[in-house]
């Protein structure tokens, strides 16, 4: 295309508009540490990354060729960014569907669809497609007040999940009702009384928590990785194991229904989807995410092709690589933040001398209790082995304060 133009002329082109000309312009709505990770497998294949967030030094920000700092449910915002990418895709689904439908309306494209965010940012509205679809997921019903909670509680059983329907994330919409008497201080928590949508589950009783990550192309080509075990506390993931140690039957019937459930939605890009298994074998839906999912960060270093550049071939409409594991087992443990201080690591040299661990720091300014800071990922020859290397280097790392 260039074959004319020598270096004087390129030098006179606006940059933006150059680069329009060279490469693929992948626009990521949010900056976190999926839009960090998706963003360093968009470079590697020739992209140039645009970023919408609402400041200017989030985690992917650093790596984008250009910055837009705006609110993501903001039209204006979305449009700015499409208007300056190729293709535009999510790193988040609390992106209001409807504000998304307006770069659709406008003929930006943008993977996953408004439709698939519409389907699953909305808890509820997933759970009756994903049901309506023939799926296996825990008994759930719509409240509108306390005395719904209560009569779902003896409908369903106690102790109950209230869950709210949207904005959700690491558990923190989700409240355990013991009995009817905790329904109004579990609605009045996650905000039902000022007119926050709520929704009820029955507890599930599973032995353990599975995830699996689905990649899906523009043209209906899928990629499935294997499915993992995720080891929760206080409703927020710690520990991934790759692969799960479960029978094949119930790997086979975990990978068919997070393959099911992508295209009860329609998805297209990867997608993070988690499940539970019952003492008796039954593998339930829990959620999907419609995006790079924590529990497919191992795919890094213990996939031929991670979960992020699957997800940027498929938004792109590129062939998908290659899901298979590297090595017979990894394992991921996340760096959470214990307290509110600045986010800078400490004890990273530690963590970095321990042989095979993959150390990851998102970058992020502020840490938080809980807030999740980082990973470590090693692969081994077994999970004991795997596990052990990257529990022994993520216990070095913390955030904030001075080294001891
Ligand atoms: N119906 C249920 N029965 C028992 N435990 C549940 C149920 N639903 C959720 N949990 C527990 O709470 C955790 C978080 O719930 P869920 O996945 O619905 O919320 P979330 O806030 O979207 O979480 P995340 O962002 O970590 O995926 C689950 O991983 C599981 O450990
Ligand atoms: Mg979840």
């Given at each position: 295309m260039f074959e004319n133009y020598d270096r004087d002329v390129l030098d006179l082109v606006e940059p933006a508009r150059l680069a329009a000309a060279i490469n693929p312009r992948l626009?990521?709505?949010?900056?976190?540490?999926?839009?960090?990770?998706?963003?360093?497998?968009?470079?590697?294949?020739?992209?140039?990354?645009?970023?919408?967030?609402?400041?200017?030094?989030?985690?992917?920000?650093?790596?984008?060729?250009?910055?837009?700092?705006?609110?993501?449910?903001?039209?204006?915002?979305?449009?700015?960014?499409?208007?300056?990418?190729?293709?535009?895709?999510?790193?988040?689904?609390?992106?209001?569907?409807?504000?998304?439908?307006?770069?659709?309306?406008?003929?930006?494209?943008?993977?996953?669809?408004?439709?698939?965010?519409?389907?699953?940012?909305?808890?509820?509205?997933?759970?009756?497609?994903?049901?309506?679809?023939?799926?296996?997921?825990?008994?759930?019903?719509?409240?509108?007040?306390?005395?719904?909670?209560?009569?779902a509680g003896d409908a369903l059983g106690w102790p109950l999940l209230l869950k709210a329907r949207r904005n959700a994330y690491d558990g923190k919409g989700n409240v355990t009702l013991h009995s009817p008497a905790e329904a109004a201080a579990g609605w009045a928590r996650l905000?039902?009384?000022?007119?926050?949508?709520?929704?009820?589950?029955?507890?599930?009783?599973?032995?353990?928590?599975?995830?699996?990550?689905?990649?899906?192309?523009?043209?209906?080509?899928?990629?499935?990785?294997?499915?993992?075990?995720?080891?929760?506390?206080?409703?927020?993931?710690?520990v991934v194991r790759a692969p799960a140690p479960v029978p094949t039957e119930v790997a086979t019937q975990a990978e068919a229904l997070a393959r099911a459930a992508v295209g009860a939605v329609g998805g297209v890009g990867s997608f993070g989807i988690e499940l539970f298994l019952t003492a008796r074998g039954d593998v339930l839906l829990n959620e999907l995410a419609p995006r790079v999912h924590n529990s497919g960060h191992y795919t890094i270093e213990g996939c031929l092709c991670s979960q992020f550049e699957n997800h940027v071939r498929a938004v792109l409409g590129w062939p998908l690589g290659d899901t298979r594991m590297v090595a017979p087992a990894a394992a991921m443990v996340n760096l959470l933040g214990t307290q509110k201080t600045l986010g800078h690591p400490v004890g990273i040299e530690r963590a970095l001398a321990v042989p095979g661990a993959h150390v990851h720091i998102y970058g992020k300014a502020m840490s938080g209790p809980e807030r999740k800071m980082g990973h470590v990922t090693a692969l081994g020859d077994t999970l004991e082995e795997a596990v052990a290397t990257a529990q022994r280097a993520a216990a070095l790392v913390r955030f904030g304060g001075t080294e001891r």
């Open positions: 626009g990521i709505v949010g900056g976190g540490q999926l839009a960090k990770m998706t963003a360093l497998a968009g470079l590697q294949l020739g992209c140039d990354v645009v970023v919408l967030e609402r400041n200017s030094y989030s985690p992917a920000a650093n790596l984008a060729s250009h910055s837009i700092v705006g609110d993501w449910d903001s039209p204006e915002a979305l449009v700015k960014l499409a208007s300056r990418s190729d293709v535009v895709t999510l790193e988040n689904e609390f992106v209001d569907a409807r504000s998304l439908r307006a770069l659709e309306d406008f003929g930006y494209p943008l993977y996953p669809t408004a439709s698939t965010i519409a389907l699953v940012q909305d808890k509820l509205l997933q759970k009756e497609t994903l049901a309506a679809a023939g799926l296996p997921v825990p008994r759930f019903q719509a409240v509108a007040g306390v005395a719904d909670v209560e009569a905000g039902g009384d000022r007119g926050r949508a709520l929704y009820v589950e029955e507890f599930c009783r599973f032995d353990t928590e599975l995830a699996v990550i689905v990649t899906c192309g523009r043209n209906g080509e899928t990629a499935t990785y294997p499915v993992v075990e995720t080891v929760q506390h206080h409703h927020i993931c710690h």
